[in-house]
Nanobody, 124 residues
Framework: QLQLEESGGGLVQPGGSLRLSCAAS????????IGWFRQAPGKEREGVSC???????NYADSVKGRFTISRDNTKNTVYLQMNSLKPEDTSVYYC??????????????????WGQGTQVTVSS
């Protein structure tokens, strides 16, 4: 069974940066697309970014140019570097894993595993 553990959330000022980490363990995590979704109170779940083991990535329009996803297959860890953070980025961020390449479409139904989430708050 695949396990996902997020870290790196916290409080940051607008315009600041934060890096989230997702450590994956279990059965061949390198066979999974791993990414991030977020959900803020009163808002729908939103796919943020994802990356395959081969390095193919996808981003939501709202974060393009500001967020960068990367993957270290040796460490089975995926990172989300978040720059130029805005108050609207405030959300609980969930690490997710999907067993099919179609997970790159950032559709929640294509993901099999979800982490517990880590809170990101952007406020002055």
């Amino acid at each position: 069974q695949l396990q996902l553990e997020e870290s790196g959330g916290g409080l940051v000022q607008p315009g600041g940066s934060l890096r989230l980490s997702c450590a994956a363990s279990g059965f061949t995590p390198e066979n999974y697309v791993i990414g991030w979704f977020r959900q803020a109170p009163g808002k729908e779940r939103e796919g943020v970014s994802c990356i395959s083991s081969a390095g193919i990535s996808n981003y939501a329009d709202s974060v393009k140019g500001r967020f960068t996803i990367s993957r270290d297959n040796t460490k089975n860890t995926v990172y989300l570097q978040m720059n130029s953070l805005k108050p609207e980025d405030t959300s609980v961020y969930y690490c997710v894993a999907g067993s099919k390449l179609s997970s790159l479409l950032l559709r929640p139904d294509r993901y099999d595993y979800w982490g517990q989430g880590t809170q990101v708050t952007v406020s002055s």
